[in-house]
C-alpha cells in the first residue's frame, strides 16, 4: 500500500525530469508534479534573469575585505548557531549530509557535519564566503528559504542547474528577535538519499538559534509562553523579551504565532500592556518567585480572549529553562473581573474616550462601562 502513493526513486527522479522539460524547455506549468509549487517560481525568475539550466556554476566567494565586513556583520549569528550546529552536526554524522549556515543574503559563514573535504562539491559550498543565493547559483534550498521564508525540502533535478543536480537539500529560514529574517539554516546531502525529514529537523535546529538571537537585557524580564497543557522551558515556547519599564524587546516566531499584536513584523515601540490584558506588574512579581526564589508561572489573557501560561524570569537568572517545580505548579489565573475590566479600559481608550462607541464595541450598556470603571456617568 505505501509503495502506491510513494514514487520509488527512479520514479521522483522521471517526475522532477518531466516537470524540467515541461517548465524550462516548454515554457507550461505541471501542477503536482513538482512537490511544491514555489520549486516552478523560483524556476521561472532564474530564466526572467538570463540564466539557463546547462550553464555551469561559478560558487563565487566574497572578495577578502568584502568577507571581513560580513564576518564582523554576522559574529553574533554566528556564535549563537554554533552550539546548535555542533548538535546537529552530530545527528547527521551516518549520514552523507552535513550543515551550512548563512546570512540573510545567503553568503555561507559557517558549517558544519560530515563534510567531505575531497569531494569537490562539497569543497565548493562549504567554504567560508561563498555566495549561495539564487541570484548566483540558482534554485537551491538556501535561495528557496531566503526567497520564501518558510522551511523548503529539494533534491537534486529541482535544482535550476544541472550541475547542482547531486545535491539534496532542506533548508528553514531564521529570524531575529525583531522579526526580519537574519539568515538560513541547511543541512546538503551530495549523491544521498532523498530524506524529506530532514526538513523537520532543520527546523527544529532554527527555532534553537532564534532562541539563542533573543536579547539580554539584566534589568529586564524573559517571559516564557505557551499554551494550557503544555510544558514550559521547552524548545517550543514562546519568548518575548521586555525591559524594565515593560517594553517589548524581542520575540521568537512562536511567540510572534501565539500573540497576534507582535503580527506582522517588528514591533518595538510595544508596551506589554499591549500584549496581554492584565498589568505588568504581574509579570515582574512573578519573576521576583516564591518563597523559595522560584519563578512562578503565571496564566495570561490575551485581548483577543485567550489564555497562555507564563514564565517571567528575570534576566540576571538562567532564563534557559524553567525552575525544577515551576512546570508542574499551578498557574495562578487573573480574576474574570479584573480580565474584564481591562478590556473595557482598553476599549475605551481605543475610543479615544468615548464611553457610548466603546460600548458599542463591546456590546455592552453605556452604564456598565462607567460602573466597571467605577466612575460616575457623565
Request: net charge positive; glycine share 6%; with cysteine.
Given at each position: 500500500m505505501l509503495n502506491a502513493v510513494t514514487p520509488s526513486f527512479d520514479e521522483r527522479i522521471q517526475q522532477i525530469t518531466q516537470a524540467r522539460l515541461a517548465v524550462l524547455r516548454d515554457g507550461k506549468s505541471v501542477p503536482g508534479m513538482l512537490a511544491?509549487?514555489?520549486?516552478e517560481r523560483s524556476w521561472q525568475r532564474c530564466m526572467a534573469s538570463g540564466k539557463r539550466p546547462e550553464q555551469?556554476?561559478?560558487?563565487?566567494?566574497?572578495?577578502?575585505?568584502?568577507?571581513?565586513?560580513?564576518?564582523?556583520?554576522?559574529?553574533?549569528?554566528?556564535?549563537a548557531a554554533r552550539p546548535v550546529l555542533e548538535k546537529l552536526g552530530q545527528a547527521i554524522a551516518s549520514t552523507r549530509y552535513f550543515a551550512i549556515l548563512t546570512n540573510a543574503h545567503g553568503v555561507v559563514v559557517d558549517v558544519n557535519g560530515p563534510i567531505d573535504r575531497h569531494d569537490r562539491r562539497a569543497e565548493l559550498i562549504t567554504r567560508i564566503g561563498v555566495d549561495l543565493s539564487e541570484e548566483s547559483v540558482g534554485t537551491t534550498a538556501i535561495g528557496a528559504a531566503l526567497n520564501?521564508?518558510?522551511?523548503?525540502?529539494?533534491?537534486?533535478?529541482?535544482?535550476?542547474?544541472?550541475?547542482?543536480?547531486?545535491?539534496?537539500?532542506?533548508?528553514?529560514?531564521?529570524f531575529g528577535p525583531d522579526g526580519r529574517c537574519v539568515g538560513m539554516l541547511d543541512v546538503t546531502g551530495i549523491d544521498a538519499v532523498e530524506r524529506p525529514e530532514l526538513k523537520h529537523l532543520v527546523l527544529q535546529s532554527a527555532r534553537n538559534?532564534?532562541?539563542?538571537?533573543?536579547?539580554?537585557?539584566?534589568?529586564?524580564?524573559?517571559?516564557?509562553?505557551?499554551?494550557?497543557g503544555q510544558s514550559l522551558g521547552e524548545d517550543a515556547d514562546g519568548i518575548i523579551c521586555i525591559d524594565r519599564d515593560g517594553y517589548?524587546?524581542?520575540?521568537?516566531?512562536?511567540?510572534?504565532?501565539?500573540?497576534?499584536?507582535?503580527?506582522?513584523?517588528?514591533?518595538?515601540?510595544?508596551?506589554?500592556?499591549?500584549?496581554f490584558a492584565m498589568h505588568p506588574d504581574l509579570l515582574f512579581n512573578a519573576a521576583k518567585g516564591d518563597a523559595m526564589g522560584y519563578p512562578q508561572r503565571i496564566e495570561v489573557p490575551l485581548w483577543s480572549g485567550l489564555r497562555l501560561h507564563a514564565l517571567p524570569i528575570?534576566?540576571?537568572?538562567?532564563?534557559?529553562a524553567p525552575a525544577p517545580d515551576a512546570r508542574s505548579a499551578p498557574a495562578p489565573a487573573v480574576p474574570l473581573k479584573d480580565v474584564e475590566t481591562a478590556l473595557i479600559r482598553k476599549a475605551v481608550s481605543d475610543a479615544h474616550g468615548n464611553v457610548?462607541?466603546?460600548?458599542?464595541?463591546l456590546g455592552i450598556s453605556r452604564a456598565t462601562v462607567y460602573r466597571r470603571l467605577g466612575v460616575k456617568p457623565k
Open positions: 511544491d509549487p514555489w520549486i555551469g556554476v561559478s560558487f563565487d566567494v566574497l572578495a577578502p575585505q568584502t568577507a571581513r565586513r560580513t564576518e564582523e556583520a554576522n559574529h553574533v549569528l554566528v556564535q520564501e521564508l518558510k522551511p523548503v525540502w529539494l533534491h537534486r533535478g529541482e535544482h535550476f542547474f544541472n550541475a547542482n543536480a547531486s545535491y539534496s537539500c532542506a533548508g528553514a529560514p531564521l538559534i532564534e532562541n539563542a538571537l533573543m536579547p539580554r537585557n539584566p534589568k529586564g524580564l524573559v517571559v516564557r509562553l505557551n499554551w494550557s517589548f524587546t524581542g520575540a521568537n516566531q512562536a511567540a510572534r504565532q501565539m500573540v497576534s499584536a507582535l503580527q506582522p513584523g517588528p514591533s518595538a515601540s510595544l508596551h506589554c500592556s499591549d500584549l528575570g534576566q540576571g537568572a538562567n532564563s534557559s457610548m462607541k466603546a460600548a458599542r464595541t
